[in-house]
């Protein structure tokens, strides 16, 4: 199980530095979804052999792992599995909209801010580390905040304006903030995840 989340983290790692590579101008989106899809096979592998150690005590004895753990590592799959569906989301938005160079500046800033918080997340997932753990708690609001805040300025500043363009534009902004919330939000989780542990 530990290097089914390992595989699935490193690989969600990935398509977040691809996705944040797409507001510069370098998007590949086919490789985002497909590594989309590696870690949706992974997610089903680790979530049947967690399922069946669940069920069995014998097989959760013989990967060394008490019920809390499972209970812990089949929340961290699912996590692990949204925030790579969120990255895939962003980058097709990314793909079909086309932004200003301000907007993707801002939209840049943000995501890369929830990506180091996700390798302080998992790091501290790794490590059990409560403290850690407690500061990616602690922080999730001003990330949150930080993508209402612009979903806010880019609406006032365009609403008024009536082209279609424009339209699709701004409902491919709300795709997007609403799915980096959405990644931050399950950062959160797995950090909660962490304080739990014994």
Not at 16 to 24: G, N, S
Not at 172 to 198: D, F, G, H, M, P
Request: proline letters at 1%.
């Amino acid at each position: 199980i530990g290097t089914i989340i390992r595989r699935m983290d490193i690989i969600t790692r990935a398509m977040m530095e691809d996705t944040i590579l797409c507001y510069r101008g370098h998007c590949n989106y086919e490789s985002i979804h497909n590594r989309d899809f590696d870690v949706n096979r992974l997610y089903f592998l680790g979530y049947r052999v967690l399922k069946n150690a669940m069920k069995n005590p014998r097989i959760a004895k013989s990967l060394g792992i008490d019920s809390w753990q499972l209970h812990s590592d089949i929340i961290t799959i699912l996590r692990l599995e949204k925030i790579a569906d969120r990255q895939k989301r962003i980058a097709r938005y990314l793909c079909t909209a086309n932004f200003e160079r301000a907007t993707l500046a801002e939209l840049d800033k943000i995501h890369t801010d929830i990506s180091e918080a996700y390798n302080e997340v998992m790091k501290s997932y790794y490590n059990q580390d409560k403290k850690a753990a407690i500061g990616i708690e602690v922080t999730n609001k001003d990330r949150t905040s930080a993508c209402d805040k612009f979903l806010e300025r880019y609406t006032n500043m365009h609403a008024s304006t009536k082209s279609k363009t424009a339209n699709s534009n701004l409902v491919a902004i709300a795709k997007i903030v609403e799915n980096l919330k959405a990644t931050a939000v399950e950062l959160r989780n797995i950090a909660r995840t962490v304080l739990c542990y014994e």
